[in-house]
């Protein structure tokens, strides 16, 4: 088993991972009849809630609701960690922002841990803190962050194979059809918020 490995006990990683889109307002009902939806359609098996808008509150109401459904589902079920707090979660791991990544932090033993990278310096950190998963971003032009430069396939790839230890996914503005120019790009697979959630 790979340093990088996920605990053996957790789910295994699929090389097609569904991020959610931001809840802001209206029904909550809606909102996860939405994200159910697309984890049915695509045939998801592992989801990470991504919820920058909400007050802890009801960000906590919907990782509960998300988390059942996902373990009704057998999808592995991975919190953004916005609020840089781990504490009452049920969840199989976390997702790093960069700069939660270079901050410090006590891992939660037999949880997964993700980080977002955007160069090699970042990539680095979360090499030296012992990260499962990486997603390298942006690829391509992408919705939700609209001035962030793109790095393209080349500077992936370039990336992709001289860490390709460690599972890297292909994230920003990513198609479904995308996957198969990103595993010839080196990548584990893709992630994707806009590609699913539709």
């Not at 490995?5 to 699929?14: A, I, M, S, V």
């Not at 959610?20 to 909550?28: E, N, R």
């Not at 509960?64 to 199989?92: A, E, P």
């Not at 997603?135 to 370039?158: E, M, R, Y």
Request: proline share 4%.
């Amino acid at each position: 088993m790979l340093i990088h490995d996920p605990p053996k006990n957790l789910k295994y990683f699929p090389h097609i991972y569904m991020i959610s889109p931001d809840y802001y307002k209206g029904s909550i009902d809606e909102y996860i009849k939405k994200i159910e939806y697309s984890l049915q359609r695509h045939s998801i098996k592992i989801m990470q809630y991504r919820n920058h808008s909400s007050p802890i509150d009801i960000f906590k109401v919907i990782a509960d609701r998300l988390q059942q459904i996902c373990n009704k589902r057998s999808i592995t079920f991975i919190i953004n960690n916005r609020m840089g707090t781990t504490d009452n979660f049920t969840c199989d791991g976390f997702h790093l922002g960069s700069q939660s990544l270079k901050r410090s932090f006590i891992k939660i033993k037999n949880k997964i841990y993700g980080a977002s990278c955007h160069n090699e310096q970042e990539i680095k950190i979360a090499l030296a803190k012992n990260i499962n998963y990486i997603f390298l971003s942006p690829v391509k032009k992408t919705q939700s962050h609209k001035d962030a430069c793109p790095i393209g396939w080349d500077n992936f790839k370039k990336l992709a194979t001289k860490y390709k230890h460690i599972k890297i996914y292909a994230l920003g503005g990513m198609q479904i059809t995308d996957k198969k120019i990103a595993e010839k790009n080196n990548a584990y697979g893709i992630a994707g918020i806009g590609c699913f959630n539709v």
